[in-house]
């Protein structure tokens, strides 16, 4: 068993295990714990913590922060979620086990409208720009932005009768918008 088990007190024994190789350095990791009693408990402590090992269940808890630990699980979460939703569509597994996981949520951030002023001065910045007309129609319209960037004219001059177009989506101003692409419920 790769670790070992070492007097530090009366009944105080430090337990070091080796928890395999550092993926970027190659150097050895080795994870110490504290055990309390007799030598044959920290022997019974090296034996789990060994075992914990084997599994890849050992982690040196001292040197991770909350932080990292979080974005290292959202990390892993996202790729094994995409690696078993393709088992699921090539039926090598019945189910996406990570669909019964639910990530920590992430607070909603507060959306900041612009007042009368602050959006005359915006459009006032925008005017000359190519910028203007997309500031225009997501003000007057309340479009966003993706919805913005997906609207394409119809002619080379836009006018009263030129419409606009979003893929999926065509109308004329002041008409009915019809939608040629299959719809979202």
Same mark, same amino acid.
Do not use: I, N, Q
């Given at each position: 068993m790769p670790g070992y088990v070492r007097r530090r007190g009366r009944n105080s024994w430090e337990v070091t295990v080796s928890a395999?190789?550092?993926?970027?350095?190659? =150097?050895? !990791?080795?994870?110490?714990?504290?055990? =309390?009693?007799?030598?044959?408990? +920290? @022997?019974? @402590?090296? +034996? =789990?913590?060994?075992?914990? +090992?084997?599994?890849? *269940?050992?982690?040196?808890?001292?040197?991770?922060? !909350?932080? @990292?630990?979080?974005?290292?699980?959202?990390?892993?979460?996202? !790729?094994?979620? +995409? *690696?078993? @939703?393709?088992?699921v569509r090539q039926q090598v597994v019945g189910r996406n086990v990570c669909d019964a996981v639910r990530p920590p949520k992430t607070p909603a951030r507060e959306l900041r409208v612009l007042d009368r002023d602050e959006l005359l001065r915006l459009l006032r910045e925008a005017e000359g720009t190519r910028m203007y007309v997309p500031v225009l129609l997501a003000s007057l319209c309340g479009l966003r932005r993706g919805e913005v960037l997906a609207l394409r004219c119809g002619s080379e001059r836009p006018g009263p009768t030129t419409g606009w177009s979003a893929p999926g989506r065509t109308g004329l101003p002041g008409g009915p918008i019809t939608s040629s692409g299959p719809s979202r419920p």
């Open positions: 395999g190789r550092d993926p970027v350095t190659g =150097r050895r !990791v080795r994870v110490f714990r504290s055990a =309390r009693g007799t030598r044959k408990d +920290a @022997e019974r @402590e090296l +034996a =789990r913590l060994w075992l914990e +090992a084997t599994k890849g *269940a050992l982690v040196d808890l001292g040197r991770v922060t !909350v932080e @990292e630990w979080l974005r290292s699980w959202l990390d892993v979460k996202r !790729v094994l979620h +995409a *690696a078993l @939703e393709d088992a």
